[in-house]
């Protein structure tokens, strides 16, 4: 017992003894001490003859002193003691080349790959020595005679496809990585990141779509290509093509229609909106109501339908007409209840806001808030939504009761936030301005940063023009016309505007009130309209605090409703240039970024 703890410890100050040599060699090292270098790692080597890394420290610190024969030596003495450690042919060709002899050199690489046996962990420690060396050809011919040597095709695809990549043979490494799939289907997350990165820099996604349809037609049995196509082509923003794949997949497979499911979520996240309603009107039609996706894919088609028309401003009234008819066959086709609450709601907000029909919005939502077992939080958005649209009726009354039965219900949650914000914008329409700021002093803490930026921005507006004048009258004649906007009354709300202009000219209104008039002009889809009113607030108010607000929103209208990528661009930029301190500042260096191509 005495005798194994005496061992222990002489071999614990023995180990610790080790490592503050090693330590301070690599310190003579990195001051260029290598003299001093050289004689601890020749003593660590000889004290430690099978470590690998105090053979490879050794021999480059007797490269950085030219002691080639001392090199020679230690290498000869390693190989005959290790015959099977072959990497040591790799140093002795890196000898030959420090000292300018290359034939010599290639004759050491070659002999160690001809030396190499049927071993795994042989094969890989050959090639990484040839990788740290940059001899990227000599690697792959490691890695080439290895699967020979272990009879198994594409053993060392995947470490093959790191080696290209290295080399930059982008058409090698594609198929190095595509023969990889084949064989480790597990591999393709690792793969599609080195895709991701490595050929986003070139026109690297030809070169693998053009290898996969070749494969796909060659071994159409094997579906890993058709999955990494599909990929390819969501990478690409192709929705169609990589629909197109998929629903060729699915019927192969006989699958139940989960990854054309997927495909649908993720186009319409990316606004492809034409796939994603073909996706999920293929789950609809194809697979049925038995299919598991059926019921969500009725649901989000129609999310997706309102969407394409909302977000587009490119719609018909007939064209909502027949969305509200789909609404209505879905409500019909599963019953009116809580668990259709939801869509019930969004047909109420297209009723209300996009066919102008508030009293049939009113009704619905009237019945969605009487339904059996639906959740309060479903319960409070149908009220806040429905005191909206009584608003928006000129009933102010119902609609400050709906708001404050959500604050009651809801209280400290952000709901009730959102009811007491309404209510406080209620009364700031009405022109009971201090009341309104004292609810707003309370929303600012809101732990929602939506609905706290929204009542800073309210209060600040009230407390910089209540007080610019002896009476209230421009406020509360801008308030109204606001209100009026609110309730879609466009031309009355400009009419008021007008009024303010010309009977209190001096108020101080006047780039508010463009910028509400841009608004208008937005929503009435006259995009060149709402520009020519932005534009003119930094000319006429350019020490205005709302000529940041101005740019931005024309610089989103170029880029999302014109098309206009470089005008777009141009305002973005002279916002990052020019208004430094402006909340918009992330947001602009984002979408500059992403217009100009930074990444893609």
């Not at 001490?33 to 480059?60: I, P, S, T």
């Not at 004649?477 to 309730?487: D, G, I, P, Y």
Request: proline residues 2%.
């Amino acid at each position: 017992m005495i005798r194994l703890f005496l061992f222990s410890i002489a071999l614990l100050i023995a180990n610790q003894t080790l490592a503050q040599t090693a330590s301070l060699a690599r310190k003579y090292f990195s001051d260029g001490e290598f003299e001093k270098a050289a004689a601890l790692y020749k003593e660590l080597h000889e004290r430690n003859r099978a470590n690998d890394y105090f053979f490879e420290r050794y021999f480059v610190t007797l490269l950085e002193l030219e002691d080639y024969k001392e090199s020679e030596k230690m290498i000869k003495k390693s190989i005959k003691a290790a015959p099977e450690k072959v990497e040591r042919y790799v140093s002795y060709g890196i000898l030959y080349e420090r000292q300018g002899n290359r034939d010599k050199a290639n004759e050491q690489y070659a002999k160690a790959i001809k030396l190499l046996a049927p071993n795994q962990v042989q094969v890989v420690k050959l090639a990484n020595a040839f990788i740290k060396n940059k001899g990227y050809q000599y690697a792959v011919e490691t890695y080439e005679k290895g699967s020979k040597l272990m009879k198994i095709k594409n053993m060392f695809a995947y470490e093959m496809g790191s080696v290209y990549r290295l080399k930059g043979d982008i058409p090698k490494m594609i198929e190095s990585y595509l023969n990889c799939l084949e064989y480790l289907p597990n591999r393709m997350t690792n793969i599609q990141a080195f895709f991701q990165r490595e050929l986003s820099k070139t026109d690297g996604f030809s070169e693998l779509k053009k290898q996969l349809y070749a494969r796909i037609n060659k071994l159409p049995e094997v579906t890993i290509y058709p999955v990494m196509l599909i990929w390819v082509f969501e990478q690409q923003g192709d929705f169609e093509n990589a629909l197109r794949q998929a629903k060729a997949l699915d019927k192969r497979q006989n699958e139940n229609g989960n990854r054309i499911y997927r495909l649908a979520q993720t186009a319409i996240r990316e606004k492809s909106y034409d796939a994603g309603i073909d996706a999920y009107n293929y789950i609809i039609e194809e697979k049925g109501i038995d299919s598991p996706y059926y019921i969500d894919s009725k649901r989000y088609v129609l999310i997706a339908k309102r969407d394409r028309l909302v977000e587009g401003f490119k719609y018909t009234r007939e064209e909502l007409l027949t969305l509200e008819a789909e609404y209505e066959a879905y409500i019909n086709e599963f019953g009116r209840s809580y668990t259709t609450a939801g869509i019930m709601q969004e047909m109420a907000e297209l009723q209300a806001f996009y066919l102008n029909d508030l009293d049939k919005a009113i009704v619905v939502l009237e019945e969605v808030i009487k339904m059996p077992q639906l959740s309060r939080i479903a319960q409070a958005e149908a009220k806040i939504d429905l005191g909206d649209y009584y608003l928006m009726q000129g009933e102010v009354w119902e609609s400050t009761l709906l708001y404050s039965q959500v604050d009651k219900e809801m209280k400290d949650a952000p709901l009730g936030e959102m009811a007491r914000y309404k209510n406080a914008k209620l009364s700031y329409y009405k022109g009971d301005f201090e009341w309104a700021q004292d609810q707003l002093d309370i929303l600012k803490g809101s732990t929602s940063e939506l609905i706290s930026n929204d009542a800073i921005g309210l209060s600040v507006f009230i407390l910089d023009h209540y007080a610019l004048d002896t009476t209230a009258k421009p406020m509360q004649m801008f308030a109204k016309a606001e209100l009026l906007m609110f309730q879609n009354k466009f031309d009355e709300s400009i009419v008021v505007m007008d009024s303010i202009l010309e009977q209190h000219a001096e108020h101080g209104l006047g780039d508010d009130i463009l910028f509400a008039k841009s608004n208008i002009a937005y929503k009435k889809r006259d995009y060149t309209t709402a520009i020519k009113l932005l534009e003119d607030i930094p000319v006429k108010y350019k020490d205005g605090i709302l000529v940041d607000n101005a740019l931005f929103r024309m610089a989103e209208i170029y880029e999302q409703r014109l098309g206009d990528s470089k005008k777009a661009m141009e305002l973005y930029e002279k916002i990052l240039f020019e208004h430094s301190g402006s909340l918009f500042i992330v947001e602009a260096r984002k979408r500059f970024r992403k217009l100009r191509g930074d990444g893609v």
